[in-house]
């Protein structure tokens, strides 16, 4: 028996109770003696009291291991009778034994595959738990690095031949690189005759008040517009090109801005050459055959400006570049030229046999049902559709009558009577006001009336052989100026009234 400790055991069931401890020294500061305490525990022998006290379990072990300790140095395990041996304090002890003769690595092997204890149990659980926590862990940790890393790579070599290839020029690269530059025997291929409009297609717009434009006709044909507008007033015999009168400067003029130009780009598109003697050509290289139309907005009074009008347009005419008609017949040529604004229609048609300029014949008297057995007008259709008649420029009411012509009543209207009669003889042109024609425009989108109208309206211009054009398009909000020049396309329309040459260009909508 250990030194250090003495057993206690009860005669009566030959099981130890608790072993109890002989302090060598004093380790309780508050004067506490949990020997003395753990002595008195042992003296009774409920066992419930003897498991439930920590130092008498403790003792206990200690006592076990003592006795342990004792019986195999004496080798008195092997005097024990057969009896004793199914004792639990026996079995206890020949396990503690067995255990005390297995390296440490033999006993956590046992102790890891045993979980039948719910403590054992528990531990085990909790470790295994903090081993996956740990192992997931260092893998997303693991993985993380070596994906940037192995991203990081990818990236560098990339980088590496893109930089690599602007060193390395293919063949065909070389070529378009240094076209047309000294030393590199292209240098009288790198450009056409005709390359003024080259790669340009010209599509179905007017650029509207051109003149306001950083560089007025050319920004337009750039885009591909085949229509010009140009705003002329009359002042001390010459015509000046503005908004306004607060606009006009001496120098820019309907001559300087736009016949001078135009002659200069056709002459350019018609050179002569061993291989082309012609004046055919237009300004679109890539469609020779469309025409530039130069509408004309008469600002001041209309039977003054026109003939100084018609006098400027003779360095065109002269070269055969202006569209004509001809005893009922109409000659197209690169440029077309349409008055507008103040422009008398009854001037216009003076000559019933030879005119080079045309009429921009008013769109909303030309409406026609699109079904025979129909009774509905424009303005009924209007009248009973969501929005309002605008008239954006305001133009006088005044009442024609058959015989005598009004002046200065705007577009579609100067010079006209009840009897004028509109086609593509003296015509070019069938416009509007949007606003006046078709209404405003609710929850975004045409209403079925408004639908109707401009389909009547396309109509009637058509059977005429005249092209539409609606003016004074909406321009905010973009979606729905986008849905408008949708609609008037799909609807048959002829050309566009835009501002933004850009979004024209690139067909946004």
Not at 2 to 8: E, K, L, N, T
Not at 213 to 227: D, E, I, M
Not at 325 to 348: C, D, K, S, W
């Amino acid at each position: 028996m250990s030194r250090q400790q003495r057993p206690c055991v009860d005669s009566t069931n030959s099981q130890a109770l608790c072993l109890q401890p002989i302090p060598q020294h004093d380790t309780n500061p508050r004067g506490y003696d949990a020997d003395v305490e753990a002595q008195s525990l042992c003296s009774e022998p409920p066992v419930s009291l003897l498991q439930s006290h920590p130092s008498c379990h403790h003792a206990r072990e200690n006592a076990d291991e003592s006795d342990l300790d004792s019986d195999v140095e004496n080798d008195f395990v092997k005097t024990i009778n057969s009896a004793n041996r199914h004792t639990p304090r026996w079995k206890y002890l020949l396990s503690m034994a067995v255990r005390r003769r297995r390296s440490p690595g033999q006993l956590h092997e046992e102790y890891k595959h045993n979980t039948d204890h719910p403590l054992l149990a528990s531990g085990l659980a909790a470790r295994r738990s903090r081993r996956r926590g740990t192992s997931w862990y260092n893998w997303c940790i693991f993985g993380g690095i070596s994906g940037a890393g192995l991203f990081a790579v990818l990236l560098s070599i990339n980088l590496t031949l893109s930089l690599l290839t602007l060193y390395w020029y293919p063949d065909i690269d070389q070529v378009l690189r240094y076209w047309g530059t000294a030393g590199s025997g292209t240098e009288g291929l790198a450009w056409y005759p005709t390359d003024f409009t080259r790669d340009v297609i010209p599509i179905p717009c007017h650029s509207h008040n051109d003149y306001w434009r950083k560089v007025p006709l050319f920004s337009a044909l750039r885009a591909g517009c085949t229509g010009v507008e140009a705003d002329v007033w009359l002042f001390d015999d010459d015509l000046y090109v503005g908004h306004n009168t607060a606009s006009l400067t001496r120098n820019r003029t309907f001559q300087s801005l736009y016949i001078n130009p135009l002659v200069k780009i056709l002459e350019g598109q018609n050179p002569t050459t061993d291989f082309y003697n012609g004046t055919n050509h237009g300004v679109f290289d890539t469609d020779p055959e469309k025409s530039v139309v130069l509408l004309v907005d008469l600002k001041t009074s209309g039977p003054e400006t026109w003939p100084y009008v018609l006098s400027q347009l003779q360095p065109l005419r002269d070269r055969g570049w202006l569209t004509y008609m001809e005893a009922g017949i109409v000659y197209h040529r690169q440029v077309t030229i349409v008055g507008t604004g103040n422009t008398p229609f009854n001037l216009v048609t003076e000559n019933a046999t030879y005119r080079d300029a045309f009429f921009d014949a008013p769109l909303e008297t030309m409406y026609e049902p699109l079904y025979a057995d129909s009774r509905t007008t424009p303005s009924s259709a209007l009248s009973s559709s969501p929005g309002i008649e605008l008239d954006e420029h305001d133009t006088p009411e005044q009442t024609k009558t058959a015989s005598e012509p009004l002046n200065n009543l705007g577009q579609g209207l100067s010079g006209t009577t009840a009897l004028s009669n509109f086609n593509q003889q003296n015509s070019y042109y069938a416009s509007v006001a949007f606003g006046k024609a078709i209404g405003r425009i609710w929850r975004g989108r045409l209403s079925t009336k408004q639908m109707a109208t401009i389909r009547g309206q396309v109509s009637g211009a058509h059977r005429r052989g005249l092209k539409v054009r609606y003016w004074d398009l909406p321009s905010w909000p973009i979606g729905l100026r986008n849905h408008v020049y949708d609609v008037l396309m799909r609807e048959g329309v002829d050309v566009l009234n835009v501002d933004d040459l850009r979004a024209a260009s690139r067909h946004v909508w």
